[in-house]
């Protein structure tokens, strides 16, 4: 099975791409040009077509919500044209699968989303109040450099797929909408 993971979360592109359960590909890439550019650009560069996938995966976020809806918008449309699954990741979910922390954390804007990955929820702070996590560096959050959530949700979906789950519908997939608290 070959499957295509792509995250559009922050202003860069992420992208895996995962072939018998093993990551043959994983793309990063943080350029000045919008997003909905570089994809289908970015794919016939890396000699990605579309239609050999048996799958995709992509992240619903938490992230930037316009970089979020294109990617997401994107692989969607991929999925619902060559009618092959596909499943959609929280990419605190996937830190927490993978990195096994207590707390993990990502900075949206002024706001932080810390998940607890024992409680399995999410909280939205503005800071972080002397709280332990593992986050992304170049955040200010936790001492983790960059996690390449295309990487690990490609895995994860990979996985679930294996073990018979079907996918996603694609016409419901959207972005992780979560409004700090007022």
């Known amino acids: 099975m070959r499957l295509l993971s792509l995250d559009t979360s922050f202003s860069f592109i992420n ?20 997003t909905l550019e570089q ?26 919500l316009t970089s979020l809806r294109i990617g997401i918008t994107f692989m969607k449309t991929l999925a619902y044209i ?5 499943i959609g990741y929280e990419n605190l979910y996937i830190m927490c699968q993978f990195l096994k922390p207590k707390r993990c954390a990502l900075r949206v804007s002024s706001n932080i989303f810390l998940r607890d990955c024992q409680e399995n929820k999410i909280e939205v702070l503005k800071d972080l109040k002397n709280i332990e ?19 690990y949700g490609g895995l994860w979906a990979y996985k679930k797929l294996k073990e018979g789950y079907k996918g996603d519908n694609p016409l419901t997939l959207e972005p992780i909408y979560l409004k700090p608290p007022v």
Do not use: C
């Open 15 to 34: 992208l895996s791409l995962i072939e018998e359960g093993r990551v043959v590909l994983h793309y990063y890439e943080d350029s000045n040009k919008k």
């Open 82 to 86: 060559t009618q092959k699954p596909i």
């Open 133 to 151: 996590v593992v986050g992304l560096s170049f955040q200010g959050l936790g001492d983790v450099e960059f996690f390449p959530f295309s990487l």
């Open 39 to 64: 994809i289908p650009t970015l794919l016939t560069r890396l000699n990605l077509r579309t239609e050999e996938m048996d799958a995709f995966a992509v992240s619903l976020g938490v992230g930037y």
